[in-house]
C-alpha cells in the first residue's frame, strides 16, 4: 500500500521531510536556522521532529520562491498569507514567464513519473509521487495540473489498450486517497464561510465532490465534507448545525424515473433554505428538472462560480 499522510501528531524525520517536500536536507535546515521558517521539535538527543503543518508551510515556502520570491521575504509569513500569495500568482495575466515553464515542467514530470510507476504496478513509487504533490502544491493546482490531467491521461491509454483495468482501478484508488488526505490537512479558518459537500442518498461516487472540497478552501471558504450517500435529514441537520452558507452535491449515475424525482424533490426542498449546486453530467437528466438547484457540467465551471461567490 502506498504510504499515507501523516496524521496531525505524527512526528517526521528530517529524511522523512525531504522526502514529502523535495527540498533538501541543507535547504531545510538553512530555512530554519537563517530565517525562522519552520521550528521543529527536538527530542532528548537534538535530533529535529516535524509536524505535518510544518511539510505544509515548507511546501508552501518552496512553491514560492520557486516562483520567484526571495526565501527572506516570505520566510517569516503566515500560511494563510503565503497561500494568498500563490493564489494571486495563479492569477497574473500576460505571457509565460521562466518561473511559469519551470512550473509546468515540474508538474508534467510529477505526473509522468506517476504514471510510469503505475504502469509497472509500482505502489509505493506512485503513491510517493502523489504525497509529494500534496505536500508542495496549492489545492487548485493540485485538482487541475495533477489530478485531472492524470485522470484523462489514464483514460486515454486504457482505451488504447496500453493500461488494463487493474492499472485504471489502482489509479482511482490512489487519486481518491489523494484527495481525502489532502481535504483532512484544511487548516481551520475561524469565521469563514462553510460550505457542506456530499453525494445524496444512494449516490456513492464521490471523487468530484472531494475535489470541489479542495477547491472551495483553495478560495478560503471552510469545507465540510460529509462523505457520499447521505440521507436527507442529515445533510438537513448539517446545514442547519454548521449555518452553511452553500451545499455541493454530486450526482453521476443514471437515475430511474422515481429515483429521478425523488432527489429532484430533495434538490427543491434544500434550495428553500440554502443555495444548492450540484455536479452533474452534461446530458443527465437532472438539467432538464425545475429543482432551483445550479448545476455544473465541469469542475472548472465550478471553480469559476466559486470565484465570483468569493
Excluded at 3 to 12: A, H, V
Excluded at 20 to 48: C, D, F, M
Excluded at 58 to 75: N, Q, W, Y
Excluded at 237 to 243: I, K, P
Aim: hydrophobic share 45%; net charge negative.
Amino acid at each position: 500500500m502506498a504510504e499515507s499522510m501523516p496524521s496531525g501528531t505524527e512526528q517526521l524525520s528530517i529524511g522523512a521531510v525531504v522526502r514529502l517536500t523535495g527540498l533538501t536536507a541543507h535547504t531545510i535546515r538553512k530555512w530554519e536556522q537563517r530565517y525562522t521558517a519552520v521550528e521543529p521539535r527536538r527530542t532528548s538527543s537534538n535530533r529535529r521532529k516535524f509536524s505535518r503543518a510544518d511539510v505544509i508551510r515548507l511546501g508552501l515556502l518552496r512553491e514560492l520562491t520557486e516562483k520567484g520570491h526571495l526565501i527572506g521575504d516570505v520566510a517569516r509569513l503566515p500560511d494563510p498569507q503565503l497561500r494568498d500569495m500563490l493564489a494571486a500568482s495563479g492569477d497574473d495575466a500576460g505571457a509565460e514567464t521562466a518561473p511559469d515553464r519551470d512550473a509546468e515542467w515540474r508538474f508534467e514530470h510529477l505526473r509522468r513519473t506517476f504514471l510510469e510507476a503505475v504502469a509497472r504496478f509500482d505502489v509505493r513509487s506512485s503513491g510517493d509521487a502523489l504525497i509529494r504533490a500534496a505536500a508542495q502544491v496549492a489545492f487548485d493546482d493540485l485538482v487541475f495540473r495533477v489530478v485531472l490531467p492524470i485522470l484523462r491521461e489514464v483514460g486515454e491509454r486504457w482505451e488504447a489498450g496500453e493500461f488494463t483495468v487493474a492499472q485504471e482501478h489502482l489509479v482511482s484508488n490512489q487519486m481518491q486517497g489523494l484527495l481525502s488526505g489532502r481535504l483532512q490537512w484544511v487548516p481551520p479558518r475561524p469565521g469563514a464561510p462553510r460550505v457542506i459537500l456530499a453525494t445524496p442518498e444512494g449516490q456513492l461516487h464521490e471523487f468530484g465532490v472531494l475535489a470541489a472540497a479542495l477547491l472551495c478552501a483553495g478560495k478560503g471558504l471552510q469545507p465540510v465534507y460529509l462523505g457520499p450517500s447521505l440521507p436527507e435529514a442529515d445533510l438537513q441537520d448539517a446545514v442547519r448545525a454548521n449555518r452553511a452558507v452553500l451545499v455541493v452535491l454530486s450526482v453521476l449515475r443514471d437515475l430511474e424515473p422515481a429515483e429521478l424525482g425523488r432527489i429532484t424533490d430533495l434538490l427543491s426542498r434544500l434550495t428553500a433554505e440554502v443555495p444548492i449546486w450540484v455536479g452533474v453530467p452534461e446530458d443527465h437528466a437532472l438539467h432538464e428538472q425545475n429543482s432551483g438547484a445550479r448545476y455544473f457540467a465541469s469542475l472548472d465551471e465550478f471553480d469559476r462560480a466559486l470565484d465570483r461567490l468569493r
